[in-house]
Structures are given as C-alpha cells and as structure tokens.
C-alpha cells in the first residue's frame, strides 16, 4: 500500500507499538532507567534519525533528543535543511544505560546484548514509517543497523544500503563535538557534519 494511504493505520501502530515498549523487559536496562524512550516523528516520515541511546534529560522527559546533543543535532539539522518536525528520531537503545558517580547519572555504552535486543523495537518502527533515508549517528547506530560492530571511518560518507533494503548515510554522534576539546576543531567537524546530514537530502 503507498504510504500516503497507510498513513492513519501507521500512526495508529506506531502509537501500539510505543504503547507496548514501556514495559519493554528484553533486556536488564529497564531496571534502573525512568523509562523508555520511544522514537518520535510522524508515522510517514521519508527519514529516520538513528542515536545510541537517551542521555540523562532525555530519560527524565521521555523524548529523544532533548538535551545538549539533541540541541546539537537540531542546529546542525536545521543548516542542513532537514525538518526536524518532518523527521523520525529514534535511538537503537531505547532505556538509559548509566553509571551513578556520587548525584550525577555518567552515561555507559550499551553493550552488543543490549542493542541486539533493542533491535526488534527499531526493526519495528522502520517497518511502520518505512523510511526512504536513514542517518545512523555514530557507532552503536550503525552496529545496530548494519548487524556488526563497525568503526565509524570505515562508514562514513558513503551510501550505506543496511540488510533490510534502506539507504542510509552513517555520520558522529553529536556528543562528539560536545566531547572535543579543540575549538577550532570542533568548527571543521561540526561543518563535515552538517555536509553528512545534507548529503542525505540529495
Ligand atoms: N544521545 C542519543 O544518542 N540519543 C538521545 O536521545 C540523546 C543523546
């Protein structure tokens, strides 16, 4: 069925399944994060946005992407003339995975079980939205994606076609930039970033 007219059915199996993934227990991480953060973006969106998983304000406000590296990636989505409001934005790992030090939450790297088990949650939202485009931010997206743990050089900047068909672009994680101490830098790699982002609106 074209996409335009399964648009109600795939909002409404998008809503089930976001439904069903708060009591996700596939894995160990549930029990010490808040919750599960789902994807968010319409049900026919034509690109999906895949992270490695929800940071510390994203686990408290249960929506991907709203922290520093979310507000990293709306600007460089934004210059790269992506609306974020026209896009999916998912995780491959949808629980937080942390290590408290004192008050704070440090965040820690889901492991290849984790994001194995998590790859049935996004297996299923590309299967409703049936993205054209999908941009993998970092290592752990393009493990989950690619089915391999891959290094992100040896990804980057080409035309990825993942085992289930989509094309995809893998680019950094925008924690990257936040992470580089060299400010100019930060400059070079937040432009390449920008240009990967743009390269899949081509
Ligand atoms: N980092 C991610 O990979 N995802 C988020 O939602 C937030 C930070």
């Known amino acids: 069925m074209p996409k335009a007219e399964a648009g109600g059915n795939a909002t409404k199996a998008l809503a089930a399944l976001r439904e069903e993934a708060a009591h996700c227990t596939r894995c160990g991480l549930y029990k010490c994060a808040t919750r599960t953060v789902f994807g968010e973006g319409p049900a026919d969106a034509d690109i999906m946005i895949v992270g490695e998983q929800p940071g510390d304000q994203e686990d408290l406000a249960g929506k991907p992407f709203v922290g520093p590296a979310g507000q990293m990636l709306d600007k460089a989505m934004a210059e790269a003339g992506i609306d974020r409001s026209r896009a999916y934005v998912t995780n491959a790992v949808k629980h937080f995975k942390f290590e408290p030090r004192g008050k704070r939450r440090i965040h820690a790297r889901p492991n290849a079980g984790e994001i194995s088990a998590c790859r049935w949650w996004i297996d299923q939202e590309k299967a409703i939205i049936r993205p054209s485009r999908i941009v993998l931010l970092g ?58 982002l743009r390269a899949m609106c081509r």
């Open 139 to 196: 290592t752990t997206a393009i493990h989950s994606q690619t089915g391999r743990a891959q290094s992100l050089t040896s990804q980057r900047g080409r035309d990825l076609v993942l085992p289930d068909g989509t094309a995809a672009r893998a680019t950094i994680h925008p924690s990257f930039l936040l992470r580089m101490p060299d400010r100019e830098r930060v400059d070079e790699e937040y432009a390449r970033f920008v240009e990967d």
